[in-house]
Each structure stands twice: as structure tokens, then as C-alpha cells.
């Protein structure tokens, strides 16, 4: 895996080792629909949760997951992502959280933001995503307070729907 990994560096010119959670300027716009956003800008998950490298994935190597798609370098990452996505699956759908609900304020009222580039950070076994480099260091200022309104914002959006309280819903727990 290595041995390929560094073939398509060469091959590429691009950088593949990055400290996870560093940030870099390389933005790229997201497609314009839910079904054709891409996960960490095509970066493999696997790659980037178990060897700490951003890689560009190959689309013959996809997977989707809670509508997103996801690429990987091989065969061989997409299994091991296939058998446990949550593990390397992006929070919140790659919502950035710390844009789109704050930690104040109202939390139906927020525009949804997206992460681009490779702002990202891992907490609590999860990889969240951010729109900018401001932002992600927001986050690791407060990492627990931003996952907790992003939560709630969730179980909000939950309630609406059902037009029951999750207490209704799931009056045993």
C-alpha cells in the first residue's frame, strides 16, 4: 500500500503526508447536489484516519454513505471502509459546524456550510470537515461545545419531522 501510495505521488506531484488537523489553502468548490458531493474533496478517509495522509482517491474505488460518496486509493481501503463506516465516515455529512450552527443563537435559522480543502479535525472518533481554517480552529478551541449544539441542532431537526419530542419518540431512554 505504501509502495503505491508513493508511485502515485511521484506519478501526480502531489504532497501526500500531512499532520492531521493541519490546515492548507487548497479549497475546492463542492458539486451543487447531495448526490454528487464527494467526501473530503475526493481525499481517501481511510488513508487520512489510519496513516495520518491526505490521498487522492480514485473514483474506481467508491463507496456511498449517508449521501455522500466517498473514494478511496484501492481495493483494499474501500473493504475496510465498507466494514466500518461510521469509523471513517465524515460527522454531520460534512457539514461544518462551527458555520453552520454556532454556539449561539437560534439553531433552525443557520444556512448549511459545508467543509472544503482539508480543514479537518478528529475528535471523539470522528472526522469533522470545515469551510475554512478559521473556522476548524474554532472547533479545537472547543471541540465539545460545537459537537453539542451540532447535536442538538440534530435531534431539533428530528422532532420537527416526527412532531414529536425524542422524549415521546423514545419514552425508555
Not at 474505488?61 to 466517498?70: A, E, I, K, M, N
Not at 486509493?73 to 462551527?98: H, Q, T
Not at 458555520?99 to 471523539?124: C, I, S, W
Request: charged share 25%; hydrophobic share 35%; proline share 3%.
Amino acid at each position: 500500500m505504501i509502495a503505491r501510495a508513493s508511485f502515485f505521488v511521484i506519478a501526480t506531484g502531489l504532497i501526500v503526508a500531512f499532520t492531521w488537523g493541519n490546515a492548507t489553502s487548497q479549497d475546492s468548490p463542492l458539486p451543487s447536489t447531495s448526490k454528487d458531493r464527494i467526501a473530503l474533496d475526493g481525499d481517501c478517509c481511510v488513508s487520512a484516519v489510519e496513516l495520518n495522509a491526505y490521498v487522492k482517491g480514485e473514483d474506481r474505488f467508491t463507496s456511498r454513505w449517508r449521501g455522500l460518496r466517498y473514494l478511496f486509493l484501492s481495493e483494499e481501503e474501500k473493504v475496510v471502509f465498507d466494514s466500518n463506516p461510521e469509523k471513517y465516515a465524515i460527522a454531520f455529512g460534512g457539514l461544518d459546524i462551527v458555520a453552520t450552527y454556532g454556539l449561539d443563537g437560534p439553531l433552525d435559522k443557520n444556512e448549511k456550510t459545508y467543509g472544503v480543502g482539508r480543514h479537518t479535525d478528529r475528535f471523539e472518533n470522528r472526522t469533522y470537515h470545515f469551510a475554512n481554517e478559521a473556522n476548524f480552529r474554532l472547533f479545537t478551541k472547543n471541540r465539545s461545545g460545537y459537537v453539542l449544539r451540532a447535536q442538538q441542532a440534530a435531534y431539533s431537526n428530528v422532532e420537527k419531522k416526527r412532531g414529536k419530542t425524542l422524549a415521546e419518540l423514545y419514552p425508555e431512554k
